[in-house]
């Protein structure tokens, strides 16, 4: 059986209006950016750049922990909110398919959380491309992907959603410099999810 797909954009920014009705949540106490201030510290990286932010929730920490953040996303309701609750942030309404209106070498490290498996294998090594483009020399790049473990992995998606396993992700990022790469169990939005969590250096 085939399922028509939503249009991704208006399932985003219908989301993010529930999420603005309710009353946005931020849990960044608990982020999964905390274990890699050491060593953002150590570097004395400051200029970061978010793809797919979101709401914010990692936009927060990073302002928060003092560095300079660009972020993005393709939803206006997403970015909306992060301009009303996080002043300081530099927003760019941005598709992630296309390329990045950015210099080579702007970033010392980019961050993705969960934002990058929306795409098949082809465009995602476009992105990934983009992404090593934008960073500079030993700039890292952390991300987060669903995991083929993860109970959605079995379920039938109204957008097109991409399921990786430590190996496939190993894979992709093949000729980069491994720092970091697990399999978590997280809390997201109050559910449990397994993500697969990667650092890797250009
Ligand atoms: C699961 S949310 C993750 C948000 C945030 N990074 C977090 O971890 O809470 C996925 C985000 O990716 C964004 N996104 C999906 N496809 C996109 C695209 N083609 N271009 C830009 N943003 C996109 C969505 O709007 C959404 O904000």
């Known amino acids: 059986m085939t399922i028509s797909k939503r ?12 999420f603005k009705e309710k009353g946005i949540q931020y ?11 050491p060593i953002l510290h ?10 797919g932010c979101g709401s914010g929730n990692d936009t927060r920490f990073l302002v928060g922990n003092g560095f300079k953040v660009t972020a993005t ?6 970015l909306s909110i992060v301009e009303s609750n996080i002043p300081t942030v530099q927003i760019l309404h941005h598709d992630t398919q296309n390329k990045f209106p950015f210099e080579d070498g702007g970033f010392e490290f980019i961050v ?3 934002s990058l498996h929306y795409f ?40 097109d959603r991409y ?3 430590i190996d496939s992700c190993r894979e992709l990022f093949e000729g980069w410099k491994e720092i970091e790469l697990g399999e978590h169990a997280i809390d997201y939005y ?3 999810k397994i993500v697969i969590e990667g650092c890797f250096e250009r």
């Open 112 to 114: 993705a959380s969960l």
């Open 163 to 165: 399921f990786y396993s």
């Open 27 to 37: 849990f960044e106490p608990n982020s999964w950016l905390k274990s890699y201030l």
């Open 42 to 51: 150590d570097r004395g990286f400051n200029q970061v750049l978010e793809i």
């Open 120 to 159: 098949d294998v082809s465009l995602f090594k476009q992105i990934l491309g983009e992404v090593r483009r934008m960073l500079s020399d030993k700039g890292l790049f952390l991300i987060r992907l669903n995991s083929v473990n993860d109970e959605d992995a079995q379920k039938v998606h109204v957008i």
């Open 73 to 78: 996303d393709f939803s206006e309701v997403a």
């Open 190 to 192: 109050g559910k449990e």
């Open 7 to 18: 249009n991704a954009l208006d399932m985003w920014n219908e989301q993010f209006s529930q």
